[in-house]
């Protein structure tokens, strides 16, 4: 279900009233319907395909992204690494004493511990690192930004600013919609750049660079922040610049030729990311999360990148 989840653009009342007025309007029979064709399972076969993927994925791969790069896993195995480091510094003052065969058990029980989260982390890398699946998760992410596009230009052309009329078809979406496309994103950025090799990524950058500027559309500056931070994972290779104080990570071969056409040539992003980027750059003062004060300096470091490569 998708009923708790925090939504793009509506409040919990928003949706509420909503709902009930669908439920007030008259079916085709003459009846209050309320959208029953739904809850008689009217929805087509694809159409629910397209949500349990969006959700398997949501609870699966993405969890698994945030377990190995900045979650619970990660920082398991930095601690259980540090308590190592300091049993074994603690053990060998208690060589000889009595003490020593306790020492040592809860030594071995910490490297036990520890193996077992090196191993859990090799099967998620390898899931996650499995080419044609990699190639699939990355498809079906440019399925749904183009989809989320269609909902806020159904003519097929989108065109900025978007409407001030906020549809409800689009406000009534989960959040984790639009943070999973960045989420994955991010990570086959830094991780897995070779997902991206050869793969058209103009409706990817369109999706950025429509969402940062529109935040009656997408009103968590936090997500915002994080459409961002996708745009920064995506900048083409530089070469080292000390006088400019950074150096952008090695992609593969030929990479760098379709970002440098997104960043240099694409109209939309010519006309749009700069100002799209600048609202960003502002709101992320008001971040909803709770590391707000730290959040917005990263986020305003990863802008000030962007706009250094646009300029």
């Not at 029953?36 to 949500?51: K, L, N, R, S, V």
């Not at 003052?93 to 029980?109: C, F, I, K, N």
């Not at 990311?273 to 709101?283: G, H, I, K, N, R």
Request: charge should be negative; aromatic fraction near 10%; proline fraction near 5%.
């Amino acid at each position: 279900s998708f009923r708790d989840d925090a939504k793009l653009a509506a409040s919990k009342q928003e949706e509420d009233a909503w709902i009930k007025q669908q439920q007030q309007q008259p079916s085709s029979n003459g009846t209050p319907d309320g959208n029953t064709e739904a809850a008689d399972g009217g929805w087509h076969f694809i159409c629910e395909c397209f949500f349990m993927t969006a959700k398997a994925l949501h609870l699966g791969i993405i969890k698994m992204i945030d377990d190995v790069t900045d979650g619970r896993m990660y920082w398991d195995q930095i601690r259980y690494a540090e308590a190592i480091q300091q049993a074994e510094q603690a053990a060998a003052s208690y060589v000889g004493t009595p003490a020593e065969p306790l020492v040592q058990r809860q030594l071995d029980d910490l490297k036990a511990q520890f193996d077992k989260l090196v191993a859990l982390k090799v099967c998620y890398d390898t899931v996650l690192g499995n080419p044609d699946f990699a190639a699939n998760c990355l498809a079906f992410y440019r399925l749904m930004a183009a989809w989320l596009l269609q909902l806020v230009s159904p003519g097929g052309n989108t065109l900025l600013p978007l409407p001030e009329q906020v549809p409800m078809s689009w406000a009534l979406l989960p959040e984790w919609f639009v943070e999973d496309i960045a989420d994955y994103l991010i990570y086959c950025a830094r991780y897995q750049p070779r997902v991206l090799h050869n793969q058209q990524l103009s409706d990817l950058m369109m999706f950025m660079v429509v969402f940062m500027g529109s935040p009656n559309y997408l009103k968590s500056p936090h997500l915002r922040g994080r459409l961002s931070e996708v745009v920064n994972a995506l900048l083409p290779q530089h070469r080292e610049d000390p006088a400019a104080g950074w150096q952008r990570g090695r992609r593969v071969m030929g990479q760098d030729q379709n970002l440098s056409y997104l960043f240099e040539t694409h109209p939309t992003v010519l006309a749009h990311m700069v100002p799209s980027l600048l609202t960003v750059y502002a709101d992320v003062e008001h971040t909803d999360r709770h590391n707000n004060f730290y959040a917005k300096f990263s986020t305003r470091q990863q802008v000030g990148d962007i706009l250094m490569h646009c300029w």
